[in-house]
């Protein structure tokens, strides 16, 4: 089936196609270009060069007001999953807005820091192998709960909270055995998995967790997984959280917070009529059923539902080539700059910059340089007739974009820049060759 190609243009500001005006002049005859805000990609493809990533600081603030409408009628707290997508500017423009942050390595928790030290107290401190030292780390900078994986991770944090004289509040990730559609490799929520404590054996464990007087038993937590579309999954999960909160009440701990983790999932494909309002309210309306008869402050992980759709990464046509039958185009990014298409197999839309104005297409696989047959965007994607030279960009690539990059076969990670209507900030120069060396010995 040859569908017609229908590049997307319905998540304005970023992203959409646009008359480049001139001026005063708006050059009728111009063709569209894809815009981020109001400036046209081609531009910045120009001055920055490629693999370049794009976000759009207004597409991010709506994102997140979003979340705070859906959630407006419990107290709450969005603590952005940083792993989404680390950059210091975003983490910066969220904090502004009053997020909090949901970090899971020293190395994150250090960055929070860095750009926004009152946000301290509202970072949640998540992971399944939290050493000594970021523990330290976390205590020293009086954050607001530690999400306990283990009962050895438990006894951990007492023992540093107690060096420093503290008293670290925790939250028990509880594993609530709920299947969740998505790829396995982001599926957290069963009891095969890594993740969380049995729901089960909570009990017991916040019982131990009491009798320390460094420990402050203060909330319960759950995460299922990530790239969950439908909402029926994170209400069976809380409604399982509900009840094991009531169980803790009676049994005389004081819980004061919910953490239902991030993993709502974004439509890569764009087939999805429902808007952002609708869908985050479908979403709120599952957590919130179960959670109305307690009194809980709720605390929310988002990562690739706020920052995924608000970037995308621009790249440049290399090479045609012709294998047999198949039709290639190589893009001068690869899999080092974004990893999602080779370990998810997922799919992102790639769109060209400039429309195209005929409704020709071809069958081809969107691939980068990289010595891997694993290195590739699309395959068998039917897209507009592509010219060497020419700009495409690869959508929703805002989040675990950047954030799982390498510099596999000494490739330099791509520069990233911010554009708020007019305006463009570079927020990460383009690493050179000298950046990837500095770190050996000879
Ligand atoms: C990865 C992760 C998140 C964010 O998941 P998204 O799918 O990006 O929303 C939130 N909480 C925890 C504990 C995570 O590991």
């Given at each position: 089936?040859?569908?017609?190609?229908?590049p997307q243009t319905g998540r304005p500001p970023a992203f959409a196609y646009r008359q480049l005006s001139t001026g005063i002049f708006r050059?009728?005859?111009?063709?569209?270009?894809?815009?981020?805000?109001?400036?046209?990609?081609?531009?910045?493809?120009?001055?920055?060069?490629?693999?370049?990533?794009?976000?759009?600081?207004?597409?991010?603030?709506?994102r997140l007001r979003a979340f705070d409408r859906a959630f407006r009628n419990i107290p709450h707290t969005i603590c952005y999953s940083v792993k989404a997508n680390s950059n210091l500017s975003i983490l910066r423009l969220l904090g502004k807005m009053g997020c909090g942050f949901d970090v899971v390595s020293g190395g994150e928790l250090e960055r929070v820091l860095r750009v926004e030290k009152p946000a301290a107290k509202k970072v949640v401190f998540s992971g399944v192998g939290k050493t000594s030292e970021e523990m330290n780390a976390a205590l020293k900078a009086r954050i607001l709960l530690f999400n306990v994986e283990s009962?050895?991770?438990?006894?951990?944090?007492?023992?540093?909270?107690?060096?420093?004289?503290?008293?670290?509040?925790?939250a028990l990730r509880v594993n609530p055995d709920v299947p969740a559609d998505t790829h396995p490799y982001i599926s957290t929520g069963l009891h095969e998995h890594k993740f969380g404590i049995p729901i089960r054996e909570a009990r017991k464990l916040y019982a131990q967790a009491s009798g320390s007087k460094y420990l402050q038993v203060s909330g319960v937590s759950v995460h299922i997984g990530s790239q969950i579309t439908e909402v029926e999954p994170f209400g069976q999960a809380i409604g399982r959280v509900a009840d094991l909160v009531d169980q803790l009440l009676a049994d005389g701990h004081n819980i004061e917070y919910v953490d239902a983790g991030g993993g709502l999932g974004i439509d890569y494909k764009g087939h999805s009529s429902r808007n952002l309002s609708e869908y985050v309210s479908a979403y709120a309306g599952v957590l919130l059923r179960p959670l109305r008869r307690l009194k809980v402050h709720l605390l929310l992980?988002?990562?690739?539902?706020?920052?995924?759709?608000?970037g995308a990464l621009l790249t440049?046509?290399?090479?045609?080539?012709?294998?047999?039958?198949?039709?290639?185009?190589?893009?001068?990014?690869?899999?080092?700059?974004?990893?999602?298409?080779?370990?998810?197999?997922?799919?992102?839309q790639i769109v060209p910059v400039r429309e195209p104005t005929e409704r020709s297409s071809e069958t081809v696989d969107v691939v980068g340089p990289i010595c891997e047959s694993g290195d590739f965007f699309a395959r068998n994607r039917q897209l507009p007739i592509a010219n060497e030279g020419d700009l495409l960009a690869i959508l929703d690539a805002g989040a675990y974009g950047m954030a799982l990059a390498s510099n596999y076969n000494s490739r330099p990670r791509p520069a990233e820049l911010l554009v708020e209507g007019k305006s463009v900030k570079l927020i990460r120069?383009?690493?050179?060759?000298?950046?990837?060396?500095?770190s050996e010995m000879t």
């Amino acid at each position: 089936m040859k569908r017609a190609v229908q590049p997307q243009t319905g998540r304005p500001p970023a992203f959409a196609y646009r008359q480049l005006s001139t001026g005063i002049f708006r050059l009728r005859s111009a063709q569209s270009l894809l815009h981020c805000d109001s400036v046209p990609l081609s531009r910045i493809a120009e001055r920055f060069g490629t693999p370049l990533y794009v976000y759009s600081a207004s597409a991010v603030r709506e994102r997140l007001r979003a979340f705070d409408r859906a959630f407006r009628n419990i107290p709450h707290t969005i603590c952005y999953s940083v792993k989404a997508n680390s950059n210091l500017s975003i983490l910066r423009l969220l904090g502004k807005m009053g997020c909090g942050f949901d970090v899971v390595s020293g190395g994150e928790l250090e960055r929070v820091l860095r750009v926004e030290k009152p946000a301290a107290k509202k970072v949640v401190f998540s992971g399944v192998g939290k050493t000594s030292e970021e523990m330290n780390a976390a205590l020293k900078a009086r954050i607001l709960l530690f999400n306990v994986e283990s009962e050895s991770e438990l006894w951990m944090l007492a023992e540093c909270a107690a060096r420093l004289r503290q008293r670290a509040r925790v939250a028990l990730r509880v594993n609530p055995d709920v299947p969740a559609d998505t790829h396995p490799y982001i599926s957290t929520g069963l009891h095969e998995h890594k993740f969380g404590i049995p729901i089960r054996e909570a009990r017991k464990l916040y019982a131990q967790a009491s009798g320390s007087k460094y420990l402050q038993v203060s909330g319960v937590s759950v995460h299922i997984g990530s790239q969950i579309t439908e909402v029926e999954p994170f209400g069976q999960a809380i409604g399982r959280v509900a009840d094991l909160v009531d169980q803790l009440l009676a049994d005389g701990h004081n819980i004061e917070y919910v953490d239902a983790g991030g993993g709502l999932g974004i439509d890569y494909k764009g087939h999805s009529s429902r808007n952002l309002s609708e869908y985050v309210s479908a979403y709120a309306g599952v957590l919130l059923r179960p959670l109305r008869r307690l009194k809980v402050h709720l605390l929310l992980e988002p990562g690739r539902c706020i920052i995924g759709p608000a970037g995308a990464l621009l790249t440049r046509v290399l090479y045609r080539k012709t294998n047999g039958k198949r039709k290639f185009l190589v893009v001068d990014a690869a899999m080092n700059d974004m990893l999602r298409p080779s370990l998810y197999n997922a799919y992102h839309q790639i769109v060209p910059v400039r429309e195209p104005t005929e409704r020709s297409s071809e069958t081809v696989d969107v691939v980068g340089p990289i010595c891997e047959s694993g290195d590739f965007f699309a395959r068998n994607r039917q897209l507009p007739i592509a010219n060497e030279g020419d700009l495409l960009a690869i959508l929703d690539a805002g989040a675990y974009g950047m954030a799982l990059a390498s510099n596999y076969n000494s490739r330099p990670r791509p520069a990233e820049l911010l554009v708020e209507g007019k305006s463009v900030k570079l927020i990460r120069r383009r690493e050179r060759i000298e950046d990837l060396l500095r770190s050996e010995m000879t």
